[in-house]
């Protein structure tokens, strides 16, 4: 049960796009499209933006988008927002019926 | 209103035992799986353990498969988590979440609602 890997940080001006990438196996992201993104505030409970690779929930900005090319899934946010800034963690359902998150990233608005 | 608020977090010494709940409000609880996620203080989230609707599956990670289990109470729309043998790298917040939903287009996979979490601290 390995962490998906993740950058430890990006970073964006307001307006600009930045992409988060998480990269596991062919037994997690790259066997499932039950791939999941997760924003978390300070000494916040996790919020769910993308589920199965590239959906979103109602309510979630269309300025988040997901996508997968084999074992790496990205969540893209485009014209960043200060109030983007935050950690951002994927997740993944995988082959021995367990689930594993990434590392997590934390966003830096410039 | 759709809610999870969890309880029973505190201090415990190493090897000891404590049980956190989960109440749930305004969804179909009986219907839906849950799941524990951890967070030890400045860390990442780690998924502990998810339980299906009816109760009859449950999974664990491997870091507390024996230590913990996973059940839930349908009549009271609640969850729980009994965890043993406590360890110093149990300590973390502890969230329940929903796991995932049903809709005409099949299965949906994502943690789309989370309680708050409770804080569990195993030190001597």
């Known amino acids: 049960q390995s962490a998906l890997t993740q950058p430890a940080s990006v970073s964006g001006s307001p307006g600009q796009s930045i992409t988060i990438s998480c990269t596991g196996t062919?037994?997690?992201?790259?066997?499932?499209?039950?791939v999941s993104w997760y924003q978390q505030h300070p000494d916040k409970a996790p919020k769910l933006m993308i589920y199965d690779v590239s959906n979103r929930p109602s309510g979630v900005s269309n300025r988040f988008s997901g996508s997968k090319s084999g074992n790496t899934a990205s969540l893209t946010i485009s014209g960043l927002q200060a109030e983007d800034e935050a950690d951002y963690y994927c997740?993944?359902?995988?082959?021995?019926?367990?689930?594993?998150f990434g590392g997590g990233t934390k966003l830096t608005v410039l | 209103e759709v809610q999870l608020v969890e309880s029973g977090g505190g201090l415990v010494q190493p090897g000891g035992s404590l049980r956190l709940s989960c109440a749930a409000s305004g969804f179909t609880f009986s219907s839906s799986a849950m799941s524990w996620v951890r967070q030890a203080p400045g860390k990442g989230l780690g998924w502990v353990s998810t339980?299906?609707?009816?109760?009859?599956?449950?999974y664990y990670a491997d870091s507390v498969k024996g230590r913990f289990t996973i059940s839930r109470d349908n009549s009271k729309n609640t969850l729980y988590l009994q965890m043993n043998s406590l360890r110093a790298e149990d300590t973390a917040v502890y969230y329940c979440a929903k796991r995932g939903y049903y809709d005409s287009s099949g299965y949906h996979d994502g943690f789309d609602i989370w309680g708050q979490g409770t804080m569990v601290t195993v030190s001597s």
């Open positions: 062919s037994s997690d992201v790259g066997g499932y499209n039950y």
């Open positions: 997740s993944s359902y995988t082959s021995s019926s367990t689930w594993v």
């Open positions: 339980i299906s609707g009816s109760g009859g599956s449950t």
